[in-house]
């Protein structure tokens, strides 16, 4: 195992774009750096299947389920007694998805305040990482990856709405200053098949973990 220098509790969040990577490194991280990791809930929300057939009927009931979810597990990390490592934070689910379906029209105005209201009251109760790990990736090389792990019910999501994820991705890591930032560009770095690039993410994090500064591998 490779552990770090600093024995205090960490807690990491991988935060990046549907397919590029974050499970993946979750795992990496977690085994690496012997962390727990708390894996998205993606299989087990109930409304998932539904919202990608009829996003206006269903993406209240499936950013709640996924907001409530990603409440439980920050509640469960910051309990764990040792180092924790996340895949996806809580706070993508508002800035990013509840936001772009919003925009879009997908989200009633009534109903974004109401998810709105309810997010920003629980977030100030919330201690933020001590790193976000944002995983970066053209569109094309989302699509690739969502093809290749072969989950039914991507299958229909449509450049488009990654492009537009992409956007308020990046607009979101711009304001972002709760915390420290390690950008990984994941179209040049395969750290699922490239023992390489695995060790320049691990020797990343590791740095990252001591200055406060924004960095780029």
């Known amino acids: 195992m490779i552990m770090p220098?600093?024995?205090?509790k960490v807690f990491v969040a991988i935060a990046g774009?549907?397919?590029?990577?974050?499970?993946t490194l979750t795992g990496i991280l977690a085994e690496a750096f012997d962390w727990k990791p708390f894996y998205e809930a993606v299989d087990e929300n109930p409304y998932l299947a539904d919202f990608y057939a009829d996003?206006?009927?269903w993406s209240f009931h499936s950013q709640v389920f996924f907001l409530s979810r990603r409440l439980q597990h920050h509640r469960q990390l910051v309990d764990h007694p040792g180092s924790v490592v996340q895949d996806r934070s809580v706070y993508e689910d508002a800035e990013i998805f509840a936001c772009n379906l919003y925009q879009q029209g997908q989200l009633s105005e009534r109903d974004y305040r109401a998810y709105q209201d309810l997010y920003e009251g629980v977030r100030a109760f919330l201690p933020p990482p001590d790193l976000l790990v944002y995983l970066k990736a053209s569109v094309d090389t989302l699509v690739a990856r969502i093809h290749l792990r072969g989950r039914d019910f991507e299958r229909e999501i449509s450049p488009d709405y990654l492009e537009r994820l992409n956007v308020l991705y990046d607009d979101w890591i711009g304001r972002w200053a709760s915390c420290q930032v390690l950008i990984v560009p994941c179209d040049e770095m395969?750290?699922?098949?490239?023992?390489?690039?695995?060790?320049?993410?691990?020797?990343?994090?590791?740095?990252?973990?001591?200055?406060?500064?924004?960095r780029r591998l």
């Open 190 to 214: 395969d750290f699922q098949h490239d023992p390489d690039a695995r060790r320049r993410i691990v020797e990343g994090v590791r740095e990252c973990l001591r200055p406060p500064l924004i």
């Open 55 to 57: 996003m206006p009927r």
């Open 17 to 23: 774009n549907i397919g590029v990577g974050k499970s």
């Open 5 to 8: 220098e600093n024995r205090n």
